[in-house]
T-cell receptor
Framework: AQKVTQAQTEISVVEKEDVTLDCVYETRDTTYYLFWYKQPPSGELVFLIRRNSFDEQNEISGRYSWNFQKSTSSFNFTITASQVVDSAVYFCALSEADNQGGKLIFGQGTELSVKP | DTEVTQTPKHLVMGMTNKKSLKCEQHMGHRAMYWYKQKAKKPPELMFVYSYEKLSINESVPSRFSPECPNSSLLNLHLHALQPEDSALYLC??????????????FGPGTRLTVT
């Protein structure tokens, strides 16, 4: 069965601290896709990254970086030098190749609060 | 332009009303989705349209009726809703329907309150 676990419900940091959001997934498929979305208080989910199961290369985009490790079924997200604008709920999601329609399996989300 | 628009932003309706939510995208995407999100929870998939045909219905009650008039538009018709249907309704689109490799782009949502 497919499942995404974000064990951290809430995280609070002070501006400029680094913070890592954990994501652990379960799937039986060998081909799958992992995503991170950001949901600020306004409500819109903002796409951040997609990673397929064959590409374990880590990715960096500005202050954001992602660490994908198939051996531990994890796809963690790090924000370096956090800012108040990073305050949001972050969702990790999984989609399996055999899944028609592109259904996303979301984790429960991690609410990040960055205080000035 | 990665934009999905939704109207209205807020909607308050009584249990006997009929209303519709509207979603539009101009990215040439061929798959469109409706999600329901309750506070402090992840989005829950309701419907998927792929090439303007309904491909997934996640056992949603019939008081929710989706419609895809063309490849850019998606509607959700609401009738005889219950207070527990109050939620944020999110629309999303992705490049092609039926493939899980494409990311979904979400609209800002409609906050629905059923009184």
């Amino acid at each position: 069965a497919q499942k995404v676990t974000q064990a951290q419900t809430e995280i609070s940091v002070v501006e400029k601290e680094d913070v890592t959001l954990d994501c652990v997934y379960e799937t039986r498929d060998t081909t799958y896709y992992l995503f991170w979305y950001k949901q600020p208080p306004s409500g819109e989910l903002v796409f951040l990254i997609r990673r397929n199961s064959f590409d374990e290369q880590n990715e960096i985009s500005g202050r954001y970086s992602w660490n994908f490790q198939k051996s531990t079924s994890s796809f963690n997200f790090t924000i370096t030098a956090s800012q108040v604008v990073d305050s949001a709920v972050y969702f990790c999601a999984l989609s399996e190749a055999d899944n028609q329609g592109g259904k996303l399996i979301f984790g429960q989300g991690t609410e990040l609060s960055v205080k000035p | 332009d990665t934009e999905v628009t939704q109207t209205p932003k807020h909607l308050v309706m009584g249990m006997t009303n009929k209303k519709s939510l509207k979603c539009e995208q101009h990215m040439g995407h061929r798959a469109m989705y409706w999600y329901k999100q309750k506070a402090k929870k992840p989005p829950e998939l309701m419907f998927v349209y792929s090439y303007e045909k309904l491909s997934i219905n996640e056992s949603v009650p019939s008081r929710f009726s989706p419609e895809c008039p063309n490849s850019s538009l998606l509607n959700l018709h609401l009738h005889a809703l219950q207070p527990e249907d109050s939620a944020l309704y999110l629309c999303a689109s992705s490049h092609e329907g039926g493939y899980s490799s494409y990311e979904q782009y979400f609209g800002p949502g409609t906050r629905l309150t059923v009184t």
